[in-house]
């Protein structure tokens, strides 16, 4: 490990390079389907389930990842998860494309899926662990912005390989494993979390880890504020702990954060894109065109939030963003309740909800469960919570097929509309502003509050 100053930009993009690969992992199998429906001859209605399962494998293998990296991370440090995950994500890659059979497929579809679900939880947690406080909310959303860049580039690279050849879904899978190998080799050059050290009363570790992001003053200040806050509190470690009375609002604040964010159907959007195009006719049926114009404004806006998310703070982008995307769903409610849609009017608003969503509820959700919580339960809180946004996620995505045909588009749009709606009030009466302060400022403050 290199012992000079400590560029905390290099850190969080290193650490950041997790989301990429998540987001990569998370959408290549997209352009995978038609071809491995033809090798491992998934046809008729057993051939629909399993090509269901191979898709589906990856989230029940993260949401089992989701459970499993907070107290993993408690145990052996955030950094050997991190080490873990992208170990993980090498094998994945390697065994999805060298497979040669169904169940094969499958088990290597939810090693991805372990380490999607350790990633997107301790990539966070770590970067709020090691970030000063004015720069928190921009370093940590640059994994969010890793994870939009990631979908965007499983999506080109699936159409460059796609010429390839009878194998070409073994590429699309397979190039992964460069990224997936730069990140385990750049991971040996991060130091621990400073905050995990002192969980484990590593004093002297995390004193020079410090030292080497803040100089030697500031080091020594922040070390006696966490050794402070550790000492006061008596609130017991992991799962335990989160039953706290004094844990209890903060919990509500980060469940509700992880709902909102799904139940209002960013995910059922992007999977489904081409259906809801295809929905309000037009000619605006182009899905690659569509795909790269929705990718870019997802990857701008988050550069955006990035821009402004230690400035104005974590609330206004909140509120600004949600409204936008309520707004936006409420158009497209609106266009596909007419009689003749108007395709442009939903493309627009679709464009409207991906680009307000990642001003606020995208990266905003993943800075907040990042920085709420006390240091001894920050990690298991974001494996609950966490566990529950993929729940809610998967839950969502598997429904609106469904409320589509039997409810129709207006009501679907209509009912994430009112949902957007809900968020909102739910952020004005609950969600703190964290813009700033130390986290252990922060759980001074929050942990005073009264559930
Ligand atoms: C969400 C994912 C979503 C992604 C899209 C993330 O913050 O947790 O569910 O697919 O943003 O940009």
Do not use: A, C, I, P
């Given at each position: 490990m290199l012992q000079g100053k400590l560029n905390i930009a290099f850190v969080a993009l290193t650490v950041a390079i997790g989301g990429f690969l998540l987001g990569f992992d998370a959408t290549v199998i997209s352009g995978v389907v038609p071809f491995i429906k033809e090798y491992f001859s998934l046809s008729g209605a057993s051939g629909d389930l399993k090509l269901g399962f191979a898709v589906s494998s990856l989230g029940w293998g993260a949401m089992a990842g989701n459970a499993l990296a907070g107290p993993l991370s408690d145990r052996f440090g955030r950094r050997r998860v991190l080490l873990g995950t992208a170990l993980l994500f090498v094998l994945s890659s390697l065994l999805a494309a060298t497979a040669t059979s169904f169940p094969s497929f499958v088990v290597a579809r939810i090693v991805g899926g372990l380490a999607v679900g350790g990633a997107i939880l301790i990539a966070p947690v770590y970067i709020a662990e090691i970030a000063p406080a004015d720069k928190r909310g921009g370093l940590v959303s640059l994994n969010q912005l890793m994870i939009v860049i990631g979908i965007s580039a499983s999506f080109f690279s699936n159409y460059f390989l796609l010429?390839?050849?009878?194998h070409n879904w073994r590429y699309m899978l397979g190039v992964q494993m460069v990224p997936a190998v730069l990140y385990f080799t750049l991971l040996w050059f991060v130091p621990e979390s400073p905050r995990w050290l002192l969980l484990k009363r590593r004093d002297e570790a995390a004193l020079a880890v410090l030292r080497r992001v803040a100089g030697e003053q500031q080091a020594q200040e922040n070390l006696q504020q966490i050794q402070r806050s550790l000492n006061t509190k008596a609130v017991s470690r992991g799962?335990?702990?989160?039953?706290?009375s004094r844990v209890r609002l903060i919990m509500i604040v980060a469940l509700g954060l992880a709902f909102f964010q799904q139940i209002t159907g960013i995910n059922a959007i992007f999977y489904y894109l081409p259906t809801i195009f295809a929905e309000a006719?037009?000619?605006?049926?182009d899905a690659f065109r569509q795909a790269v114009l929705v990718g870019v404004v997802n990857v701008l806006m988050t550069f955006v939030a990035i821009w402004l998310i230690d400035k104005l703070g974590r609330k206004p982008l909140l509120l600004m963003g949600i409204a936008g995307m309520a707004l936006s769903l409420f158009a497209i409610s609106w266009a596909f309740g007419?009689?003749?849609?108007n395709a442009r009017l939903v493309l627009i608003a679709i464009i409207g909800f991906v680009a307000s969503f990642a001003i606020s509820l995208g990266p905003v959700m993943w800075v907040l469960l990042s920085e709420i919580f006390p240091n001894e339960q920050r990690a298991a809180a974001i494996s609950v919570a966490g566990f529950w946004n993929a729940l809610v996620s998967a839950t969502v995505t598997m429904i609106f097929p469904w409320a589509l045909s039997t409810l129709s588009s207006s009501l679907t749009f209509l009912a994430f509309a009112l949902f957007a709606t809900a968020a909102l009030l739910f952020v004005v009466l609950l969600v703190p502003e964290t813009k700033g302060r130390t986290l252990e400022q922060l759980e001074s403050d929050l942990m005073t509050a009264k559930a």
């Open positions: 010429d390839l050849g009878e799962f335990r702990g989160l039953l706290d006719g037009g000619g605006v049926n007419q009689e003749s849609y």
